[in-house]
T-cell receptor, first 114, second 115 residues
Framework: GAGVSQSPSNKVTEKGKDVELRCDPI?????LYWYRQSLGQGLEFLIY????????KSGLPSDRFSAERTGGSVSTLTIQRTQQEDSAVYLC????????????FGPGTRLTVL | GDSVTQMEGPVTLSEEAFLTINCTYT??????LFWYVQYPGEGLQLLLK?????DKGSNKGFEATYRKETTSFHLEKGSVQVSDSAVYFC??????????????FGTGTSLTVIP
């Protein structure tokens, strides 16, 4: 079956522009996660969705970052007024509900802010 | 708070050498522990996991044992191959300490195996 997909795979934008990153989770996975992977760094947790609600937004680095999820499926991560420090690979993962379930990762979106 | 500390790389080994990548954790509850691998140009994929103390996760010749007494989950392989060249991430999930199944990841260890 299909895995987690993300689009676009690469995005180059100018400083100050807004960008939208999309994640399609595995069908039936109720939990969805966004992470950021900066060069030479580990994975930084951004936000978690259970269904369409986000009980944990603690990882969003600033109010320029927002995310939504509709229909318990597709999620969009929006970054407004992008800055150069936003350049990173943004990873999406999904899992079945449950505390010990594996997270399945998408291939990521590489964002470059010029 | 919860965290994972992972051996820093990069690590370079000759083919058939023994591999150990150290991972220790801090958690308030009873976490599950994971090793993820990221091959060049690919996304993260689960390598192995253990959900309780003394469990051993294993896959593709890799093993890791959940040691509660030393709060460790070291990754080992007896004989590495060139195809094992990748970045390895240790991670934990501690559902008693947060509102979701957030994973806490280490910084990753890059492994290069040379023929």
């Amino acid at each position: 079956g299909a895995g987690v997909s993300q689009s676009p795979s690469n995005k180059v934008t100018e400083k100050g522009k807004d960008v939208e990153l999309r994640c399609d989770p595995i069908s039936g996975h109720t939990a969805l996660y966004w992470y950021r992977q900066s060069l030479g760094q580990g994975l930084e947790f951004l936000i978690y969705f259970q269904g369409n609600s986000a009980p944990d937004k603690s990882g969003l680095p600033s109010d320029r970052f927002s995310a939504e999820r509709t229909g318990g499926s597709v999620s969009t991560l929006t970054i407004q007024r992008t800055q150069q420090e936003d350049s990173a690979v943004y990873l999406c993962a999904s899992s079945l509900e449950g505390s010990y379930n594996e997270q399945f990762f998408g291939p990521g979106t590489r964002l470059t802010v010029l | 708070g919860d965290s994972v500390t992972q051996m820093e790389g990069p690590v370079t080994l000759s083919e058939e050498a023994f591999l150990t990548i150290n991972c220790t954790y801090t958690a308030t509850g009873y976490p599950s522990l994971f090793w993820y691998v990221q091959y060049p140009g690919e996304g993260l994929q689960l390598l192995l996991k253990a959900t309780k103390a003394d469990d051993k996760g294993s896959n593709k010749g890799f093993e890791a044992t959940y040691r509660k007494e030393t709060t460790s989950f070291h990754l080992e392989k007896g004989s590495v191959q060139v195809s094992d060249s990748a970045v390895y991430f240790c991670a934990l999930s501690d559902p008693l300490s947060n509102t979701g199944n957030q994973f806490y990841f280490g910084t990753g260890t890059s492994l290069t195996v040379i023929p």
